[in-house]
């Protein structure tokens, strides 16, 4: 029989949908096979394979890793050269916060001679311990103990500093005293003799001081009075913003603290409501050693954000709580302060919160929060534009890029070429946190950095011009006499209408 051409032709020629099958199966095969090594690579994000997106996946952080390893200098799981390879078209860098301009002006005193060895050595007779920085390696000498474990958890944010941006940061050689007040008094550098004041590094000064301010070790956690890391505390005390919304919340000021640090706190207390005053404020003490052995219960940040207005006031010197009352959306009663932190300079009165007299803190108060109360719409956007700045300009990304920026900064003004001293020791991530235990440990392992910056650091802002600088500080100054004018007029009314 004689047979068709077509049939023929199906006989002879391969079927084309085996061949669409088997090439479907191969390319299928290949892309899990594909995600299978990426995934176990790290670059993998499963959730978004749809979209094939090459991102760099989170891991889990594990601490410490090698503690029962003897020479633990190298055992961390840590590339150094990871910032190009996770993401190699990372978007540009934006511009740092305003307050970064504060750096040039801390290290102004230098500026023109430079920083010699002998100044930094000078700077030994207060400092709890000297930090070298070479070829990425940090490497320490200790001097004294420092109050609770602010040192060791001021370093360990430095070890994550450099986890943070590996391989940029510069050598650099530098003393750091972890107590709370200046030291560096700038009349004692204005004659002729002992023209060149020692840089030292410290959390916090003043007008009169030259101490160069640098983020405080509570951002890697208290863990003696068990405040998490700065991460961890800023996630829960926007949870408890969202318990009680600003118009539920009580219309007083709202203070708790340990009023013996300082006789301005003892003063405050002179301010709570009692039966021959009312003052709009609801004061109380704080006992550490009580909370301490009732676990910290009536002590969580996030079970404090219930009052319309939160006073800051200082203790011994400026205070940690600062940024945890300024983050909970109330309207701050900030006493007018006698130090400064890194990041309060870059904040107005009656934008990001209300200035209080330290004379008369009590009226003050008072007229602060009668102010707010006829005034909400004001003081609530008072309150949530100070909780803002603190939120996406202090938090850990910009904490970390300030001390880049410093270091960075400062290092550039060092005159001689930095060496290890031969009784200093390297510090690692193990050597701090192995030694660590209970809450210690937790902390230092939640704020663990476990890989790169996907981002560049900030660009850094240029310094103040001397106009500039002028305005600024005249602004201020002329905000917080408004206010006070507004208070006498209040006051002068009240008492004519007696």
């Known amino acids: 029989m004689k047979t068709n051409n077509n049939d023929e032709q199906r006989k002879t020629l391969p079927f084309p949908g085996k061949y669409i099958l ?13 995600a299978a090594l990426l995934g176990f690579l790290g670059y993998l994000n499963f959730n978004a394979f749809a979209g094939f997106k090459l991102i760099p996946k989170r891991f889990k952080p594990r601490f410490p ?49 430079g920083i010699t060895r002998d100044m930094v050595e000078k700077a030994s007779k207060t400092a709890h311990f000297r930090l070298v920085i070479h070829r990425g390696k940090a490497y320490v000498k200790r001097y004294r103990k420092s109050i609770q474990t602010r040192d060791d958890f001021t370093l360990w944010g430095i070890l994550q500093l450099l986890r943070w941006y590996p391989g940029k940061l510069p050598d650099l050689d530098l003393m750091f005293d972890a107590d709370d007040r200046p030291v560096v008094r700038s009349d004692d550098y204005t ?48 949870e408890g913003n969202n318990i009680t919304q600003w118009k539920d919340r009580v219309a007083y000021g709202y203070w708790r603290g340990n009023p013996y640090v300082d006789p301005t706190r003892g003063e405050l207390l002179k301010c709570n409501v009692s039966e021959n005053e009312e003052w709009n404020t609801r004061l109380y003490v704080q006992d550490w050693d009580k909370e301490t052995k009732e676990g910290f219960k009536n002590s969580n940040l996030e079970n404090q954000c219930t009052h319309r207005y939160k006073i800051y006031i200082e203790g011994w010197a400026w205070s940690v709580s600062e940024k945890y009352i300024m983050a909970c959306d109330s309207m701050t009663l900030y006493v007018k302060p006698r130090f400064y932190d890194f990041y309060i300079r870059g904040m107005m009165p009656l934008q990001h919160y209300w200035p209080i007299r330290d004379d008369a803190k009590c009226t003050s108060l008072k007229f602060a929060v009668h102010w707010g109360n006829t005034h909400v719409d004001k003081a609530r956007e008072i309150g949530e534009l100070g909780s803002r700045f603190i939120r996406e300009e202090v938090n850990m990304k910009y904490v970390y890029d300030y001390m880049f920026h410093l270091l ?11 060496n290890v001293p031969s009784d200093a020791e390297e510090i690692t991530p193990e050597s701090l946190g192995c030694a660590a235990t209970e809450r210690w440990r937790d902390f230092m392992a939640e704020s663990m950095v476990m890989s790169p910056s996907e981002e560049f650091p900030c660009d850094m802002v240029p310094p103040y011009d001397r106009l500039a600088l002028k305005e600024v500080t005249e602004r201020k100054a002329n905000l917080t006499r408004q206010v006070e004018l507004w208070e006498d007029q209040y006051f002068h009314d009240l008492a004519n209408k007696l």
């Open 191 to 238: 004659g002729q003799q002992n023209k060149d004041p020692p840089p030292l590094f410290r959390y916090c000064s003043d007008d009169a001081s030259l101490d160069i301010v640098f983020p405080d070790w509570s951002f890697w956690g208290w863990a003696e009075v068990n405040i998490k890391p700065w991460g961890k505390s800023l996630e829960a005390i926007q």
């Open 65 to 113: 890793y090698q503690c029962d390893v003897q020479d633990q200098t190298h055992q961390i799981p840590f590339s150094q050269n990871l910032t190009s390879r996770l993401h190699p078209n990372r978007s540009q860098p934006s511009s740092c916060p305003s307050y970064f301009r504060w750096i040039h002006e801390d290290l102004r005193p230098w500026k023109a001679t």
């Open 22 to 34: 088997k090439s479907t199966v191969f390319i299928v095969a290949s892309l899990f096979v594909s």
């Open 408 to 418: 960075n900064e400062y290092a550039k003004l060092l005159k001689f070429k930095v």
